[in-house]
Nanobody, 122 residues
Framework: QVQLVESGGGLVQPGGSLRLSCAASGSIFRIASMGWYRQAPGKQRELVAGIISTGTTNYADSVKGRFTISRDNAKNTVYLQMNSLKPEDTAVYYC????????????????WGQGTQVTVSS
């Protein structure tokens, strides 16, 4: 079907930067939306940033001005550029995509990546 492959997580110092990537592959006719979520231990999963087919973006208040979501439509890839990272940003980051898999059906399906660990610590 559709696979989401994430990369770019790791350990970074406070104030540093990191860029996450998520590439979608498989049976893709149209991507309706892509987004990044994060979950820290003992905390609820939250939306970090999202982008829809028109290019409109939205961000959690906690990351606004520091994170930027973007996409490369030709590569079916979404990115999350994270600047001025704080220890509070430490979490597992998950990529999500809503996909129409074929022109023969307008049905859409939701897929999740496996998650990538981001740790902000000195």
């Amino acid at each position: 079907q559709v696979q989401l492959v994430e990369s770019g997580g790791g350990l970074v110092q406070p104030g540093g930067s990191l860029r996450l990537s998520c590439a979608a592959s498989g049976s893709i006719f149209r991507i309706a939306s892509m987004g990044w979520y994060r979950q820290a231990p003992g905390k609820q999963r939250e939306l970090v940033a999202g982008i829809i087919s028109t290019g409109t973006t939205n961000y959690a208040d906690s990351v606004k001005g520091r994170f930027t979501i973007s996409r490369d439509n030709a590569k079916n890839t979404v990115y999350l550029q994270m600047n001025s990272l704080k220890p509070e940003d430490t979490a597992v980051y998950y990529c999500k995509s809503v996909v129409q898999t074929t022109s023969a059906s307008s049905a859409m399906y939701q897929y999740w990546g496996q998650g990538t660990q981001v740790t902000v610590s000195s």
